[in-house]
Every structure is written in structure tokens, then in C-alpha cells.
């Protein structure tokens, strides 16, 4: 199946530093979505990006939806040890009904270490 | 918000049987319903729609044959893994859209496990 293309593979920081991810996929999508997946549960909605070059934050996280409507990033500032977890990008490419099925990214593994 | 569940958590089943996953929208009706499947250290792979009230879609390379899929009301879906093997053995999550809406609330997902 299709998946996107998401950097890097896995973080290890210290506390407090700044982190930075982003997606890429070679296809469009009309909406990005972030995702926080923690161990035998299911992806929780950190952000959603619904227009091109679209700047959103939600506390210390912060993406933004590219302006070729190919690519997001996501940069978390100051991280604490409960932002292990692994990451994911979505893309989906309709407004509503089936159309809204989400294509993943690979995921990036996050470790802060107190 | 919106919530989703999926029962069971986990189940473990012997090679050749049959295993049921239901997919309940708890709070909303969900006329649109996802399954995907995620083997460890990797990613959500779609395996289907399921529409309430008809056919589901299944990606390509999933057996619908394998993968039985049933919307039979706005909220409940459920996933039958059919004959499972070893190799089913996975994590199944759901997801639910409320009608007309754009975001895709998830169950907490079915660790299962074929010995």
C-alpha cells in the first residue's frame, strides 16, 4: 500500500531541545494530519492542516501544510519526557465520506531522555 | 469528543479459526468506517471501507475473502479474520468519521495474536 515518506526514522534528545519532523509524499492531498501513537494504542490528532501553506499550532507544537500541497512539518519546542511516543504524518485527499481515508507516513520514533 | 471503541484488546487464537473484531462508534453515528493493520515497528496500512449498509472496499492486496467486513449499523463495524494464521497476527485498528465531517476518531486498537 502507499505510504509517505516521513524523517527522520527516530530521535533520541534531552529534555527541553526542540524536535523537528517532516513528511513528504509524491502525490497531493488537500488535508495533512499529525499523529502521536503510543504503545498498543491507537493514533491520537495532534494537528490538522485543511489549506496549502497553512501555519497551525496547538502549544508547543507547531506544522505547517506545504505550499505544493506535497509535504508538511512538524517542530515540537521544548520537549518533555511524556512526548515519547512515535509520530505519524497523514494525508488524506477528499472533504468527507470515504474519500477520507488517510495514507500514513513511516513514522518517527521520538525518545526524550529526562 | 468523539469516541471509539474496539473490543476485544487483544485476543489470542489458534491457527484455522475464526476471530471477530467490532468497531463501535460510541457517542456519534459513523456512516463511514476504516480497518488497518500495523505489524510492529511500522506503520498503519489501510485495509478497507466499510459503509454502512453496503459492500465494503478493500485495499489492493487485502482478501476480502480473508478480511470479513460488516457495517451493519451507524455504529458498529465489524472486522472477521477469517482461517487466521501465524502471519495475521497483528495490531487492527478502526477508525470512524462522523457523517459529514473530516476527521477520522480511532478505537484503541486489537493486538492479535495467531499460535
Known amino acids: 500500500g502507499q505510504q509517505l515518506n516521513q524523517s527522520p526514522q527516530s530521535m533520541f534528545i534531552q529534555e527541553g531541545e526542540d524536535v523537528s519532523m517532516n513528511c513528504t509524499s509524491s502525490s497531493i492531498f488537500n488535508t495533512w494530519l499529525w499523529y502521536k501513537q503510543d504503545p498498543g494504542e491507537g493514533p491520537v490528532l495532534l494537528i490538522a492542516l485543511y489549506k496549502a501553506g497553512e501555519l497551525t499550532s496547538n502549544g508547543r507544537l507547531t506544522a505547517q501544510f506545504g505550499i505544493t500541497r506535497k509535504d508538511s512539518f512538524l517542530n515540537i519546542s521544548a520537549s518533555i519526557p511524556s512526548d515519547v511516543g512515535i509520530y505519524f504524518c497523514a494525508g488524506q485527499e477528499g472533504y468527507g465520506g470515504a474519500t477520507n481515508k488517510l495514507i500514513f507516513g513511516t513514522g518517527t520514533l521520538l525518545a526524550v531522555q529526562p | 469528543g468523539a469516541v471509539v471503541s474496539q473490543h476485544p484488546s487483544w485476543v489470542i487464537c489458534k491457527s484455522g479459526t475464526s476471530v471477530k473484531i467490532e468497531c463501535r462508534s460510541l457517542?456519534?453515528?459513523?456512516?463511514?468506517m476504516f480497518w488497518y493493520r500495523q505489524f510492529p515497528k511500522q506503520s498503519l496500512m489501510l485495509m478497507a471501507t466499510?459503509?454502512?449498509?453496503?459492500?465494503?472496499?478493500?485495499e489492493q492486496g487485502v482478501e476480502k475473502d480473508k478480511f470479513l467486513i460488516n457495517h451493519a449499523s451507524l455504529t458498529l463495524s465489524t472486522l472477521t479474520v477469517t482461517s487466521a494464521h501465524p502471519e495475521d497476527s497483528s495490531f487492527y485498528i478502526c477508525s470512524a468519521v462522523l457523517a459529514g465531517d473530516t476527521e477520522a476518531f480511532f478505537g484503541q486498537g486489537t493486538r492479535l495474536t495467531v499460535v
Open positions: 457517542d456519534f453515528q459513523a456512516t463511514t
Open positions: 466499510s459503509n454502512e449498509g453496503s459492500k465494503a472496499t478493500y
